[in-house]
């Protein structure tokens, strides 16, 4: 079984920082696109960021300079460090990878379960 665990969600004051984590685990073999999508009440779920395998990290528009993707290899864990958070930040964020399990040939994208960030003064 492989799962997607994340963590660090919360309340924050708008300009604030927050940072997410999410640690893939279980019977992995390799990952390659990891990364955040998030939705906000009444919207569809948006990217937010992919960290691709090799390095680069696409973002969104809306939070280009203000969120950043980051991944640690070595603890199959993708972070987003928030910061200049704004009113509209406000969402449920997920995490996705795209991973590949042992003993299977085959990619598959996994989520974790979401984690509530609410930016409110």
């Known amino acids: 079984q492989v799962q997607l665990v994340e963590s660090g969600g919360g309340l924050v004051q708008p300009g604030g920082s927050l940072r997410l984590s999410c640690a893939a685990s279980?019977?992995?073999?390799?990952?390659?696109?990891m990364g955040w999508y998030r939705q906000a009440p009444g919207k569809e779920r948006e990217l937010v960021a992919v960290n691709r395998n090799g390095g680069s990290t696409d973002y969104a528009d809306s939070v280009k300079s203000r969120l950043t993707a980051s991944r640690d290899n070595a603890k199959n864990t993708v972070y987003l460090q928030m910061t200049s958070l704004k009113l509209e930040d406000t969402a449920v964020y997920y995490c996705?990878?795209?991973?590949?399990?042992?003993?299977?040939?085959?990619?598959?994208?996994?989520w974790g379960q979401g984690t509530q960030v609410t930016v409110s003064s």
């Open positions: 996705f990878a795209e991973m590949r399990r042992l003993g299977t040939i085959r990619w598959s994208n996994y």
């Open positions: 279980g019977s992995i073999s390799s990952i390659n696109n």
